[in-house]
Every structure is written in structure tokens, then in C-alpha cells.
């Protein structure tokens, strides 16, 4: 396994920098995609640490171009592509009669057609290697709210659209699955809270120890914890996963 090689998207920070490091022991080289080139840098050291060779590419995969550049300069420096593994994509938490025209654009640009952009160049190359694909989608597919509109709706067409993709690669040799994760504490997460707590009346102290028994959930997740999920549904002993959404939450969502 150990000259595989990797796209991680979003990886300078939280799920995706979590997911590119644990990758890196499994994997030979790792193409490591995000906007921010500085913060990329420090993922890059890394996973040069973990022992894998990293390819940093500060790329805005929003913009069509982008993704057929990604994996022009995959192929160039490491000649094959093993698995593709989306996770970049903020979308606004703002109420559905709140979003703009080009909010709601803007929250599908990146996380659905970025992604979905990536793995249509990468998938030739997929092919070849009987490599995988994940996108990462989020709890909010399957329990959309209001304050999270557009995120549900997101999310809930990436699950669509990695189960097409898995359909196809069943002809085509290609394992596609989704990852939807829950409340994990990222940067991002934070900086949700720091406005959660005045509007609830609570110290950003507060919010933050309240807020995991007011969903249901034991404790927030860590980016670890969702890395490990992806490496498991890389690694062989995940390959029979197939088409699957796969929900790791700590037990917020409690339909079927």
C-alpha cells in the first residue's frame, strides 16, 4: 500500500489536515489541496513526519479549472491516483429565508461541484489503479433545519451524488462512498459557538460544555476520530463498502 497516492482536499486545517496526516501512513504520496498555502505548508511537514511525500497545491477548486489542474500536477509528479478524499466546502449557517442568490451558489460551488469536478478528472486514473473515492457530506443530509438550509441541502446532494458515482464505479472498478460527519471540534465549529453563546445567553465557556448534552451526544467529535473513519474505508479491509453513507456522529441524528 505504501506507494499509493492520495488527494486530500481542504487539507490545511481540522477533518481534511486530520485526514491527510493519518493517510500518510498508509500511503505513499499525499496531494494535499486547500486555499490557505500557508497553513498547507504546515500540513505538509506533517506528513513528511508521518512518512509519506507531500504534494502541497494551493488551488480554489470553485473554480472549474482548478480541478483538471489538480490532477494534471498529481499525475506529474507521482504518475498515478489512488483515491480522491473531498472534504473541503464551507457553507453558510444562516436561516433559508435569510440566503442570497449567491450564498446558496457559493455553499455548492466548492463542497458539491468542486468535488464532484475532481473525481470526474481524476476517475481515468481511478480506473487504472481500482482506487476510491469519498466525499464528505454531513449529519445535516439526513435531518436538515432551518439555521442550517443551505449545509443540509448540500450535504444532502453530495450523499445523492456519491451514490451515482458508487453505481458507476462498480462497472468502472472505482469504490465511491459519502462521510457525514457531526459536531466536530474544528475552528470552524468555534467560531460557530463564539456566536451560539451570546445568543443563548451563556459564556463561550458554558456553550461549549452544554452544548453536546443539549444534541444528545456523549462529547464533541475530533478530527481524528473522522480520519480514522476514512483511512478504514480506504485500506482493504474496507473495500466491500460500497455506495455507503456513512454517518459518524456520536449519536446526534436518532432516526433510522
Excluded: C
Aim: proline share 4%; hydrophobic share 45%; no cysteine.
Amino acid at each position: 500500500m505504501s506507494n499509493r497516492i492520495a488527494i486530500v482536499t481542504g487539507a490545511s486545517r481540522g477533518v481534511g489536515r486530520a485526514t491527510a496526516i493519518r493517510l500518510a501512513k498508509d500511503f505513499g504520496g499525499l496531494v494535499l489541496v486547500a486555499r490557505s498555502t500557508e497553513l498547507l505548508e504546515e500540513t505538509a511537514e506533517a506528513v513528511r513526519a508521518a512518512g509519506a511525500e507531500p504534494l502541497p497545491l494551493g488551488a480554489d477548486l470553485r473554480i472549474p479549472a482548478a480541478a483538471k489542474e489538480t490532477v494534471d500536477q498529481t499525475l506529474a509528479k507521482f504518475g498515478r491516483i489512488d483515491a480522491v478524499v473531498n472534504i473541503a466546502g464551507a457553507v453558510p449557517q444562516i436561516d433559508v429565508l435569510d440566503m442570497t442568490d449567491e450564498q446558496w451558489d457559493d455553499g455548492f460551488a466548492l463542497k458539491l461541484h468542486g468535488a464532484r469536478r475532481l473525481a470526474v478528472h481524476a476517475w481515468e486514473s481511478l480506473k487504472k489503479s481500482e482506487g476510491s473515492v469519498i466525499f464528505t457530506s454531513g449529519n445535516s443530509a439526513q435531518a436538515p433545519k432551518s439555521g442550517y438550509g443551505a449545509v443540509g441541502t448540500v450535504n444532502a446532494a453530495i450523499v445523492a451524488m456519491a451514490k451515482a458515482f458508487a453505481d458507476r464505479g462498480i462497472a468502472d472498478g472505482v469504490q465511491v462512498n459519502s462521510v457525514l460527519p457531526g459536531p466536530v471540534m474544528t475552528n470552524r465549529r468555534r467560531t460557530y459557538m463564539e456566536k451560539y453563546a451570546p445568543a443563548h445567553g451563556m459564556t463561550l465557556e458554558e456553550a461549549l460544555e452544554k452544548f453536546p448534552a443539549q444534541v444528545g451526544i456523549t462529547r464533541y467529535g475530533n478530527p481524528e476520530d473522522i480520519a480514522e473513519l476514512m483511512a478504514f474505508v480506504l485500506s482493504p479491509a474496507g473495500r466491500w463498502m460500497v455506495g455507503s453513507a456513512l454517518r459518524m456522529d456520536g449519536g446526534e441524528i436518532k432516526g433510522v
